[in-house]
Structures are given as C-alpha cells and as structure tokens.
C-alpha cells in the first residue's frame, strides 16, 4: 500500500481543485463525483459484461465491436476514458493484454491495475515471452493454441472476452459471473468451471 500524501501535496492539489473551480473548468462536486465513479470501478463490472456476453448474442456482438457502448449498457460510466477493445479469444487463439510502456488500463471495468501489471518485468515479459508467463500463471493453454499479446495504450485501452468454459451450460450470469476474474480479464489465467 502506498504511504499517504504528504500535507505539502494535499495542499498543492487544494490550490489546484481550486484554480480549477475559479475559472469554471470543474468543480469540486464533479471531482468528487469522478472520484466516487473511479472508486465504484471494479473487475465486477468487467466480469458481469463477460457473463452477458456469455449468454446474449446481441450483446456479445456490440461487445466485441464497441466496447465502451458494451460498458455503458451495463452501467459503467466511460466518459472520459479512452476507448475500450475488447479481444474475444477463440479456438486456437488467446489474447494477452499488456502496457509496454506504462500500466494503460482499463479501470471504468476492471479497477485499478494491479501492482504486477504496473510492474516493468510484467511488461517485459509478456511481449517477449508470452507463454512463458502463462504458464507462471499457471495457465495451460492447449495444445497449437496461438497466443496474440496486445497493446494497451493511452489511446485505447483492452480486456480480453474468454471463451466460456464446458460445463457451465444453465448457469445464470450471477454464476458465469463468479468464475471471471481480474486476471482473466487481461488474459493471464483462464475461466474455471
């Protein structure tokens, strides 16, 4: 956890709020709003919208081709954020989602990043040798699966939509729900009935 701002700079970001709110750009409720917006974020979000998709077609297709709408359907506030890009893994194909150059992430509908996405030997990693981390993950993928590593940036932000696991058939999306994970999301484990 880190260690609380210091009173130097919870008095810099005072005076900032404050020029902000002086000159009409924002105000103090609606920062405190998008803090209570920011704060709600969770993998929850993400997961309901996997679980959706898992079992509405509709809604799978917008998924894949506009997440941000996808999110706002389901109530997660995405003003602001950069777009989101959803990667449905298939057959023989899984994705990996990774900030090469930072820790873009797509926080409206998974929170906040974890520390070791954030971490520079993640981001290292995971480009260099993808399977290898699966398989920290202890995710075992099968066989001739191709694993596709994507870019999250600045200007467009990803999670991964897994394939729904065998023996999940007559759950309902509070249950498909339970089993997608954080990790699943960005694609470094795998949904588990």
């Known amino acids: 956890m880190s260690p609380p701002p210091s009173p130097e700079m919870v008095a810099r970001l ?4 404050a020029a902000l709110a002086a000159r009409g750009i924002v105000s103090a409720a609606e920062i405190e709003a998008r803090i209570a917006v920011t704060d709600r974020a969770s993998p929850a979000i993400g997961a309901a919208m996997v679980a959706r998709a898992w079992t ?8 894949v081709s506009d997440g941000t709408k996808a999110a706002e359907a389901m109530g997660a506030v995405m003003a602001g954020a950069p ?30 990043p974890p520390h070791w996405y954030k971490s520079s ?24 699966t191709a694993v596709r590593v994507v870019d999250s940036t600045a200007d467009y932000r990803w999670m991964v939509l897994p394939e729904r696991p065998a023996g999940t058939e007559g ?19 795998l949904p588990l009935a």
């Open 14 to 17: 005072q005076r900032f709020e």
């Open 56 to 63: 509405d077609a509709d809604y799978r297709a917008l998924l």
């Open 83 to 112: 777009p989101l890009g959803v990667l449905a893994d298939a057959p023989g194909l899984h994705h990996l989602v990774v900030c090469t150059l930072c820790s873009c992430y797509p926080r409206a509908v998974l929170g906040y």
């Open 121 to 144: 030997a993640y981001r290292a990693r995971a480009v260099r040798d993808p399977r290898g981390v699966l398989t920290e993950w202890g995710t075992v993928l099968p066989e001739g």
């Open 171 to 189: 759950w309902d999306a509070a249950r498909l729900a339970g089993i997608v994970t954080r990790d699943v999301l960005v694609g470094v484990a």
